[in-house]
């Protein structure tokens, strides 16, 4: 069965420091891997990879895909207080399953002033 | 519009009683999607639309559940009979084509059943 895993499910960390947020994955007929924030309502589309060691950054935020592990990782670096959201990821499946995607259970970020 | 539509952004009903969600995706977007979240829980996938192809209808729960597309654009997900395990957070997403382009979601509506 196709799964998506995150870790950790939360995080409390103060302005400034960094962290690293996990995502491992089982999903046949792989596409591609997308990272989301959520606060209170819409998910907001953070990064979308496709190539494994391709770093994407923006900002703060970078992250990258290791298509041999099966694993993605998203780093904030000097994290403020609206860093603080469930951050989503999830893998898109190609062939018959196109374009729908498989969530993780996200990992909550808090970030205390 | 700018972004994804979706309406009403809150619902309470009484069990048995069936409920229709709305979304409006954003303009020239072929690809829809409803995704359902519940406490606790992942986003879970439950139907796509692309273009005028077939859905894909793989992800609802039961046949209480259905949804259409008109026109290509507004989609309506109908639920009927309502049962409590029903309460979530319905999301709608929309993107330029199906594969390799990011989803953007609409802010949802919750669903509470009385």
């Known amino acids: 069965e196709d799964k998506v895993v995150q870790s950790p499910l939360s995080l409390v960390v103060h302005e400034g420091d960094t962290v690293t947020l996990n995502c491992s994955y089982e999903v046949t007929n792989f596409r591609s891997l997308l990272w989301y924030k959520q606060e209170k309502k819409a998910p907001t589309f953070l990064f979308m990879l496709t190539s494994s060691g391709i770093e994407k950054k923006s900002g703060r935020l970078s992250s990258i895909l290791d298509k041999k592990e099966l694993f993605s990782i998203l780093n904030i670096t000097a994290t403020q207080t609206g860093d603080s959201a469930v951050y989503l990821c999830?893998?898109?499946?190609?062939?018959?399953?196109?374009?729908?995607?498989?969530f993780g259970k996200g990992t909550k970020l808090s970030v205390k002033p | 519009g700018a972004g994804v539509s979706q309406s009403p952004s809150n619902k309470v009903t009484e069990k048995g009683k069936d409920v229709e969600l709305r979304c409006d995706p954003i303009s020239g977007h072929t690809a829809l999607y409803w995704y359902r979240q519940s406490l606790g829980q992942g986003l879970e996938f439950l139907i796509y639309?692309?273009?005028?192809?077939?859905?894909?209808k793989s992800g609802l729960p039961s046949d209480r559940f259905s949804a259409e597309r008109t026109g290509g654009s507004v989609s309506t997900l109908t639920i009927q009979r309502t049962q409590q395990e029903d309460s979530a957070v319905y999301l709608c997403?929309?993107?330029?084509?199906?594969?390799?382009?990011?989803?953007?979601f609409g802010d949802g509506t919750r669903l509470s059943i009385l």
């Open positions: 999830a893998v898109e499946r190609g062939g018959g399953s196109q374009g729908n995607l498989i």
């Open positions: 997403a929309s993107s330029s084509r199906s594969g390799n382009q990011p989803q953007h």
């Open positions: 639309f692309q273009g005028n192809s077939a859905p894909d």
